[in-house]
């Protein structure tokens, strides 16, 4: 569960969610990444260890420069962890909605 924690924990924060969606287009230098950020090179820099501390990103060294790609396997668990609770809400409003229907009025029909 503390992969589960790091994860929930590291897309917390609206510029990191916007540091892995970028990641969606595929690898960047991290000069890069930082360039459309209203922020300090560094700044970025933090959000990205935060990132690679929870398993989002993977740091790619080619050289003297660093490419950053998306690992998806933590978002993978989110999702999956998420999901279990779509399945336990779908079943509770099939119950209610079924509960309903047997407890509403019928309308009377006309006989012929």
């Known amino acids: ?7 929930f924990g590291a897309l917390s924060d609206p510029t990191r969610r916007a540091i892995v969606q970028r990641l969606t287009a595929g690898p960047v230098r991290v000069t890069d990444l930082a360039a459309p ?3 300090s090179l560094n700044a970025v820099s933090k959000h990205v260890k935060v990132l690679e501390r929870a398993g989002l990103v993977i740091r790619v060294k080619e050289g003297r420069e660093h490419q950053l ?15 279990g609770f779509e399945t336990f809400w779908n079943d509770r409003l099939d119950n209610l909605e079924r509960f309903l229907e047997a407890e509403a009025p019928q309308p009377n029909r006309r006989k012929p």
């Open 1 to 7: 569960m503390q992969s589960l924690d790091l994860a």
């Open 69 to 83: 790609v998306l690992n998806p396997d933590p978002i993978r668990a989110v999702s999956a962890w998420a999901g």
């Open 37 to 39: 950020f209203p922020m």
